[in-house]
């Protein structure tokens, strides 16, 4: 197994085993981090909206970016949010964290994410022009039969 695989999976774990906070208990721990900037507060907030930043990266897998490095960002939006946050207005924090933490994965993507791309590569057709099946064989419009036989499917019939 590889390492960041055991990693998101310690990750995982450990947001699942982490306990939801009521409505009081956020707002006593966002005024212990804000007035008192109490590290052990901000980690045990943190730490129980973990479930939320895996949830919302989740959400992002389609770019193509590895999963552990949008759960890093989520985490970033998430401590941007922790020190941003108002506990004296009457939101709950998982509502303030989550505009946060999706602001900071999409920032993460825009930086990341070619344009030039297109789709992540393992969206990619096996098959281009200078295939050395597909090309001495294939005529200019038989796209659908040349990717058949690249990838080893039958061709869909045209309708």
Known sequence: MS???STRRQIVKAAINAPYLSREEEQQLAVKWRDEQ????LDRLSLSHMRLVIAVAARFRNFGLPMND???????????AAGRFEPERDVRFS???TWWIRASIQDYILRNWSIVRGEPPRR???CSSTCAVCAPR???NSRASTKARCTGRSPKPSA
Do not use: N
């Open 124 to 126: 990619r057709s096996r």
């Open 3 to 5: 390492t960041s695989m």
């Open 95 to 97: 509502t303030y964290a």
């Open 38 to 41: 109490d590290q052990a507060s």
């Open 70 to 80: 949008l759960i890093q960002e989520g985490h970033v939006g998430l401590l941007e």
């Open 138 to 140: 294939s005529a200019p």
